[in-house]
């Protein structure tokens, strides 16, 4: 299973980025999907999860700025990010819970930078 992350960058405090993460290769069902987030001299983190059913899990430090989606169609997993916080800056891991036993993948990793 491949997992293509997109979407990150610089932005001022205040602003926005939309995530994006493609999963490829899977013959079977991808259920739970999400990013987790490694700042500077931390661990990785979750950031959010959405199940195939549409439930939703969020970080608190997150609530109310962050949106997760799914299209489960296209095997793509959304991260919406309002009111983006210099601490918010961090590697963006998209991973995708795969089969039965639900094995985890991880795509590669994209940087999103918060200037104040």
């Known amino acids: 299973v491949q997992l293509q992350a997109s979407g990150g960058g610089l932005v001022q405090a205040g602003g926005s980025l939309r995530l994006s993460c493609a999963a490829s290769?899977?013959?079977?069902?991808?259920?739970?999907m999400g990013w987790y987030r490694r700042a500077p001299g931390e661990q990785r983190d979750l950031v959010a999860a959405?199940?195939?059913?549409?439930?939703?899990d969020y970080a608190d430090s997150v609530k109310g700025r962050f949106t997760i989606s799914r299209d489960n169609a296209k095997n793509t997993v959304y991260l919406q990010m309002n009111s983006l916080k210099p601490k918010d800056t961090a590697v963006y891991y998209c991973?995708?819970?795969?089969?039965?036993?639900?094995?985890?993948?991880w795509g590669q990793g994209t940087l999103v930078t918060v200037s104040s």
């Open positions: 290769g899977s013959r079977f069902r991808i259920s739970a």
């Open positions: 991973a995708a819970e795969v089969g039965a036993i639900a094995t985890k993948y």
């Open positions: 959405v199940t195939s059913g549409g439930r939703t």
